[in-house]
C-alpha cells in the first residue's frame, strides 16, 4: 500500500545537455575552434618552446591552427615571439621549423567573385529637357 502512494522517488530523465567543448583562438588568423582541432605551442618554465600535442604542459600556451598559413607567419613574422614576449632559441625554432615542413602544402581556393554593383539610375524626366 506504500508504494501506492508514493510512487518510485526516481527523478524523470531531463534531456541530455551537450557536451563542453573548449574554445582556443589561432593567434594568426584569429579564428575560434575547438581546443582539439588546434596545436598548442608552450613556453616552458625553463624558457624553451616546444610543441604540447597533448595540450597540458605546463607554461604559457599559445595556440595555431594546422595550416601552413597560419604556421609560417608565426615562425618568419614574429607572432610566436610576440606572444612569448621572448625570442626563439635557435634549437627551438629548428624543432618548429621541422614541424612547418611535415605540414601539407595548402592549395589556394579560387577567389570567389563579388557580384557586380549595380548603380542606381538616375530617374529620367518625364517630359523630356526643360528649358527654363
Known amino acids: 500500500m506504500a508504494d501506492a502512494q508514493h510512487p518510485s522517488k526516481k527523478k524523470p530523465k531531463q534531456p541530455q545537455r551537450p557536451r563542453h567543448v573548449p574554445q582556443r583562438t589561432c593567434i594568426v588568423c584569429r579564428q575560434v575552434r575547438p581546443k582539439r582541432e588546434l596545436i598548442r605551442v608552450v613556453r616552458t618554465p625553463a624558457g624553451h618552446i616546444e610543441l ?21 607567419p608565426a615562425l618568419h613574422q614574429g607572432r610566436l615571439e610576440r606572444e612569448f614576449e621572448m625570442a626563439i632559441p635557435a634549437e ?6 621541422a614541424y612547418l615542413d611535415s605540414l601539407p602544402p595548402e592549395t589556394a581556393p579560387a577567389p570567389a567573385k563579388k557580384p557586380a554593383r549595380q548603380r542606381a539610375k ?11
Open 122 to 132: 538616375a530617374p529620367a524626366a518625364e517630359n523630356g529637357p526643360s528649358d527654363k
Open 52 to 72: 604540447d600535442p597533448t595540450g597540458k604542459k605546463s607554461g604559457r600556451g599559445a595556440y595555431l591552427c594546422a595550416r601552413r598559413s597560419c604556421w609560417e
Open 92 to 97: 627551438d625554432r629548428l624543432a618548429l621549423e
